[in-house]
């Protein structure tokens, strides 16, 4: 099975400032295809789970630019270039090479 | 319309079975992968099971997998899964889920509470 690990748990940022949540796989989630299948979600308080960035590096449809993912071996990014009140919730990794697929454990954004 | 919406949620007791319904709207349900998520009271989100756009395979998460039954129904848009010998570690908020390729929705959840 696919691990995935998020750091860091608690991301506490200054509106205006970037922030940064990277997570690991503990196997590569590259297909065959090119494509590495990993989604970024975002879940705001009382909410359900939103779409960020898909196949690693793809912004979803209406997602602000200041959000971004990026890829490296096993090794992914997601930055926000400049935080807003809005933006606070749980961001979580998601792999979807492998079943059983899985989540990292999740990555809660609030602001100072 | 909201694309999905789940429903079948309630408090059973443990041992207990109860059928979850997710009826999408708003896509072409038939053309695409459907999954289950699952979220505990104040954890992270645990993927549950999938199912593939034909219905003929599935897979599931190795802690559901013997206990859990998804199926889904094209001519009614709906998606279903069957839970039976529920445990107090299943009562979660279930979320029925459609993840690409390039349509991504989430319903709002059901609430399944597992207590005697």
């Known amino acids: 099975d696919i691990a995935m690990t998020q750091s860091p748990i608690s991301l506490p940022v200054t509106p205006g400032e970037p922030a940064s949540i990277s997570c690991r796989s503990s196997?590569?989630?590259?297909?065959?295809?090119?494509?590495?299948?990993l989604d970024w979600y975002l879940q705001k308080p009382g909410q359900s789970p939103q779409l960020l960035i898909y196949l690693g590096s793809i912004r979803a449809s209406g997602v602000p630019d200041r959000f971004s993912g990026s890829a490296s071996g096993t090794h992914f990014t997601l930055k926000i270039s400049r935080v807003e009140a809005e933006d606070v919730g749980v961001y979580y990794c998601?792999?979807?090479?492998?079943?059983?697929?899985?989540f990292g454990q999740g990555t809660k954004l609030e602001i100072k | 319309q909201v694309p999905l919406v789940e429903s079948g949620g309630g408090v059973v007791q443990p041992g207990g079975s109860l059928r979850l319904s997710c009826v999408a709207s708003?896509?072409?349900?038939?053309?695409?992968?459907m999954h289950w998520v699952r979220q505990a009271p104040g954890k992270g989100l645990e993927w549950v099971t999938f199912i593939r756009s034909d219905g003929r395979n599935a897979f599931y998460a190795d802690s559901v997998k013997g206990r859990f039954t998804v199926s889904r129904d094209n001519s009614k848009n709906t998606l279903y899964l069957q839970i039976d010998s529920l445990r107090s570690e299943d009562s979660a908020v279930y979320y029925c889920?459609?993840?690409?390729?390039?349509?991504?929705?989430w319903g709002q959840g059901t609430l399944v509470s597992v207590s005697s």
């Open positions: 708003r896509f072409t349900f038939n053309a695409f992968d």
């Open positions: 998601m792999q979807l090479l492998q079943t059983p697929f899985s």
């Open positions: 196997q590569s989630l590259l297909h065959t295809n090119g494509d590495n299948y």
């Open positions: 889920a459609v993840m690409g390729p390039n349509i991504y929705y």
